[in-house]
């Protein structure tokens, strides 16, 4: 099997999903900072993050219909310089109000290139090229969860503003995607209602159905109890630094990074409903640990547990979805599961912040080990090999 990862539109395909995650990932260890800069509260500060995935809810079914109909190139390109500029204007934000108007039009930007990665991946590879390809990239998603945040970390050092500046990457990133990217794009020849009826079609099935709502309990975990709420807890409970809180994100997302590139080869030994399952195993042992830490190092153990559910479960449902979605439809089974990521993430910090506002940092982890529940019997009785 060649080294796909040498594959140059691989590569521009792994730059954009770097985007994707740069503007939650690189501000996780300056939401102390940002909350004593703009003085919000713990419960206000999920705004940070729920505005800027919000639009994501409101544009991805219009991205996935325009990149099935007019190319995915032609979504992507201005999206990147809409995600780089309004990201840099969010530095000069004077009050919580200024940020969060930003942190939206930002999200507009954002919300395409979940959608438009994967959909990449499905058009340029096929069999367990495919599957290979997901787990390279879902490695190097795990990289930039990683890095991230020790670099958004070291830059809050010197402000709560300064990991701001990073999304100026994506400006000249769009101009060699416009120049470089070489990648098939579908036939639009059909009409608007067969097209319709037939992405419905596929996407009304158990099989389908129970993916995005695995989607959906997997970022309701992620951005609730880890990115909302391990800063907050390790800061409060421990006094931890954003350079310390970084360093606990790199190690869950080096754990990410190991089992997602060892996902080719996992995936020729296993099931996918055993992967799926395993993860839903490994999201309720994180949750049930954090609460318990006693101290910083000991919160070690469940991120690498979590780590490791994150590079089991989102490659092999993002695989499965690219599979049974053939190319004309690809881009809105992407949208439609992006806009159930979108939700999530847009749900999950308020939800959250709902519960810890009423009962405390150890309910949060309680509904993250429910929605882990949740995965585990999606995988075992609702999803087919």
């Not at 979940?114 to 990239?137: F, H, P, S």
């Not at 310390?244 to 995936?267: D, P």
């Not at 881009?331 to 810890?356: C, D, E, S, W």
Request: glycine letters at 10%; charged letters at 10%.
């Amino acid at each position: 099997m060649r080294r796909l990862y040498l594959d140059k539109n691989l590569q521009l395909t792994f730059c954009v999903t770097l985007m994707a995650i740069l503007g939650v990932s690189s501000i996780i260890p300056a939401l102390p900072d940002i909350m004593t800069g703009l003085h919000m509260s713990p419960v206000q500060i999920g705004l940070v993050i729920s505005v800027f995935t919000l639009p994501g809810i409101l544009v991805s079914p219009l991205v996935g219909i325009l990149a099935d109909r007019i190319g995915r190139k032609v979504i992507l390109v201005p999206s990147l310089f809409i995600f780089g500029c309004f990201g840099f204007f969010c530095f000069f934000a004077q009050s919580m109000e200024q940020l969060l108007i930003l942190r939206f039009m930002q999200g507009l930007g954002a919300g395409p290139l979940g959608v438009i990665y994967g959909t990449l991946i499905g058009d340029l590879y096929q069999g367990d090229e495919r599957g290979q390809a997901m787990g390279y990239n879902a490695s190097v998603l795990a990289i930039g969860t990683a890095a991230f945040p020790g670099l958004g970390g070291a830059l809050a050092m010197l402000g709560w503003n300064y990991p701001f500046l990073l999304p100026l990457i994506a400006i000249p990133l769009g101009l060699v995607i416009a120049t470089q990217l070489d990648t098939p794009e579908p036939t639009s020849s059909g009409s608007l209602k067969n097209y319709f009826r037939d992405a419905f079609q596929l996407m009304k099935t158990r099989q389908v159905l129970s993916l995005f709502a695995t989607t959906m309990a997997t970022f309701i975990v992620l951005y609730g109890p880890i990115v909302t709420y391990l800063p907050i807890l390790l800061s409060h409970r421990f006094h931890a630094s954003p350079v310390s809180i970084g360093m606990v994100f790199l190690i869950s997302s080096g754990f990410t990074g190991m089992a997602a590139f060892q996902l080719g080869r996992l995936s020729s030994r296993f099931s996918h409903r055993f992967l799926l399952g395993s993860a839903g195993l490994l999201y309720g042992l994180a949750m049930l640990l954090i609460p318990m830490t006693p101290s910083i190092w000991f919160v070690i153990p469940a991120v690498m547990c979590f780590g490791l559910a994150q590079g089991l479960n989102i490659p092999t449902v993002m695989t499965m979805l690219t599979t049974i979605a053939p190319m004309e439809q690809r881009g809105a089974f992407m949208a439609a599961n992006g806009l159930t990521l979108r939700l999530a993430q847009t749900v999950a910090p308020l939800l959250m912040g709902g519960i810890y506002s009423l009962f405390g940092i150890q309910a949060v982890y309680m509904g993250g080990l429910l929605c882990a529940l949740v995965i585990l019997l999606l995988a075992f009785f609702c999803i087919q090999d």
